[in-house]
C-alpha cells in the first residue's frame, strides 16, 4: 500500500447512471467507486504492478440538474460496416445530466502480489502527472463527452453540508482485484453525510 493520493475533479456535465437506467438515463448525484477509480486509472495506471482502491469521495459542490433529450439509434454498426437506415431506427431518449460539479476523491495503491520495487517511486509518478496534467486519455464524468478535468488537492475547499442515502449502488462488474478480470457483480449500500 501507498501513502493516499488527494485528486479534486470538476467539468461543466457529468452523467453518472446507474446501470438500470439505460433507457431514460438519470444521474445519482455522486460518483461510484468504480468510476472514480476509472477517472484515476485515465492519469495513471500500470495494471500489473497496482490498482486503485478508492478511500473516498466528496462533493464539493452541489450540481445543478439539466435535461437533454436526444436522437440516439438503437442499432449497432455491424462488423461488415453496412449503413444503417438512421430513419428507421432512430430514437428519442431522455438523459438528467448533473451540471457545474466538482468532487474530492482520496485513494491509494494497492500493490500487486510479486511487485517488489519500492511503492514510493508508483506514488511520486502519480504525483507528478497529476501535477503536470499528463493523462493516458481525458477522465470523464461517466461518459466520454461529459470531460472532466483534474488537479492535485490542496484540501482548502469544505465539501458541502449535505446528509443523503442513496440506497444499494452498483460497486463494480468485475473482480478488480484479479488479474483475469473475473465476473462477479458487486453492490454498496452508499451513504453521504456531511457531503462524504
Not at 456535465?13 to 486509472?41: E, H, K, N, Q
Not at 431506427?89 to 502480489?113: E, F, I
Amino acid at each position: 500500500m501507498t501513502k493516499q493520493i488527494v485528486v479534486e475533479f470538476w467539468g461543466p456535465y457529468a452523467c453518472f447512471a446507474p446501470p438500470w437506467a439505460r433507457v431514460d438515463r438519470v444521474s445519482m448525484d455522486m460518483p461510484t467507486p468504480s468510476i472514480c477509480r476509472g477517472m484515476l486509472s485515465a492519469i495513471y495506471s500500470k495494471p500489473e504492478e497496482f490498482y486503485w482502491q478508492i478511500d473516498k469521495i466528496e462533493m464539493l459542490q452541489k450540481p445543478g440538474y439539466m435535461n437533454v433529450k436526444r436522437n440516439e439509434l438503437k442499432n449497432k454498426l455491424s462488423d461488415r460496416l453496412t449503413p444503417i437506415d438512421t430513419e428507421s431506427v432512430r430514437t428519442q431518449r431522455n438523459t438528467m445530466l448533473l451540471t457545474n460539479v466538482r468532487y474530492r476523491v482520496t485513494a491509494h495503491m494497492v500493490l500487486r502480489s510479486g511487485f517488489n520495487k519500492p511503492p514510493i517511486a508508483l506514488y511520486e509518478q502519480a504525483v507528478r502527472r497529476i501535477k503536470k496534467g499528463q493523462c493516458y486519455y481525458q477522465p470523464s464524468f461517466g461518459s466520454r463527452e461529459y470531460v472532466a478535468f483534474f488537479e492535485l488537492s490542496d484540501g482548502t475547499r469544505e465539501p458541502v453540508d449535505i446528509c443523503e442515502d442513496f440506497g444499494i449502488m452498483h460497486y463494480d462488474p468485475w473482480d478488480f482485484t484479479s488479474m483475469n478480470k473475473e465476473p462477479r457483480l458487486s453492490a454498496f449500500h452508499c451513504v453521504m453525510a456531511g457531503g462524504t
